[in-house]
């Protein structure tokens, strides 16, 4: 009896795809049956993803048929932002079929619900309940689980108003199609801040810090609230390192006692008292949290890989959740150190 799951892929020829499927094809209850794509319908997968060349038989497909016959126990959706939605409402997909998007397009709470499925926010440190249970999933953005996961400790304890954050991120992080700011020339040697303030990721943090600090941008108390993000782009390929700054009374002592509570049982999640670097975290599905303290500055460091936990690793971690399976397997990966 084949107690694997059954997967398809769609938009399977951009960074998300590939990673998802370098990840499945050592995942030992993986059985990716097709993978979609569109512009590169009939070739194989290692055309598009040179590293798989003799280790995946698949081509790629424009054909979704395979549903229809229990093909696929789960889709991934790789698709840009607004390309996911564009797919279900064109595509009549069985409810039996669960799905985790890795777009923007369902993560807030207004845009959750499509057709007939409700899709649950997939954050697996705050939502580990609901994922088990759910059959839909709004993967988070990348900043956002890095901003998310540096903050949400203090947000459950009410102690978040001003929040002022600044994060770098590798070239990956645009996709692959081309741009003058991804072009190697542009990137090597430099760095430019971008969407300063207006990130498309803010909305979806605000909303998970205010599942539990509810009075979040509206704070009765004063002072108001928010997170003030300016996001730079770095001259590397990926990873992601972000710095909050907020005030506290807590000791520093206090704070990693908090934290290290918080993130107990989780296993994707390192807090260091040691200084943390972006390397820790690249090619793994690990987010290594750092914390500092000067009177009342309290500063949060926190860094991953935009590709992995920051989208496909975190899918799977969501996946192997959804399926009942320890939430590593497939993940045990050592980071890309030297």
């Known amino acids: 009896m084949n107690d694997k799951i059954k997967i398809g892929i769609i938009g399977g020829a951009g960074?998300?795809?590939?990673?998802?499927?370098r990840l499945l094809a050592n995942h030992p209850k993986a059985d990716l049956r097709f993978v979609h794509s569109k512009s590169n319908a009939g070739k194989p997968l290692h055309a598009v993803h040179e590293d798989l060349i003799n280790e995946?038989?698949?081509?790629?497909?424009?054909?979704?048929?395979?549903?229809?016959?229990?093909?696929?126990?789960?889709?991934?959706?790789?698709?840009?932002?607004?390309?996911?939605?564009k797919?279900?409402?064109?595509?009549?997909?069985?409810?039996?079929?669960?799905?985790?998007?890795?777009?923007?397009?369902?993560?807030?709470?207004?845009n959750a619900k499509f057709k007939n499925r409700n899709f649950v926010y997939g954050l697996p440190e705050i939502f580990r309940e609901q994922i088990k249970n759910a059959n839909n999933i709004a993967n988070p953005g990348c900043f956002a689980s890095a901003i998310e996961l540096g903050l949400l400790p203090l947000a459950k304890e009410n102690e978040l108003k001003d929040v002022y954050t600044t994060g770098i991120t590798g070239s990956t992080g645009?996709?692959?199609?081309?741009?003058?700011?991804?072009?190697?020339?542009?990137?090597?040697?430099?760095?430019?801040?971008?969407?300063?303030?207006?990130?498309q990721h803010l909305d979806e943090i605000n909303e998970t810090i205010q599942h539990f600090q509810t009075d979040f941008l509206n704070s009765p108390s004063g002072g108001g609230g928010g997170i003030h993000f300016i996001p730079w782009r770095g001259d590397f390929a990926r990873g992601i390192f972000v710095t909050s700054q907020l005030k506290s009374s807590r000791s520093l002592d206090d704070i990693y006692k908090l934290y290290q509570h918080?993130?107990?049982?989780?296993?994707?999640?390192?807090?260091?008292?040691?200084?943390?670097?972006?390397?820790?975290?690249?090619?793994?599905?690990?987010?290594?949290?750092?914390i500092e303290k000067q009177e009342d500055d309290l500063v949060i460091h926190s860094t991953l890989d935009n590709l992995l936990k920051g989208a496909s690793g975190q899918a799977v971690q969501n996946m192997n959740l959804m399926f009942g399976l320890d939430e590593t397997m497939g993940l045990k990966l050592k980071a890309n150190y030297f």
């Open 15 to 21: 960074y998300t795809g590939g990673e998802l499927i």
């Open 56 to 85: 995946q038989d698949l081509k790629f497909t424009d054909n979704i048929s395979p549903l229809g016959d229990g093909g696929a126990d789960i889709l991934f959706l790789c698709t840009a932002h607004g390309d996911s939605k």
């Open 87 to 110: 797919f279900l409402e064109a595509n009549d997909i069985p409810g039996k079929v669960k799905i985790i998007s890795l777009s923007q397009d369902f993560r807030l709470s207004k």
């Open 174 to 199: 645009a996709g692959q199609s081309l741009s003058t700011t991804s072009h190697f020339s542009w990137r090597q040697n430099n760095i430019q801040a971008y969407k300063s303030l207006t990130h």
């Open 262 to 290: 918080f993130y107990q049982g989780h296993p994707f999640i390192k807090i260091s008292k040691a200084p943390i670097f972006m390397k820790q975290s690249v090619n793994t599905n690990n987010c290594f949290i750092h």
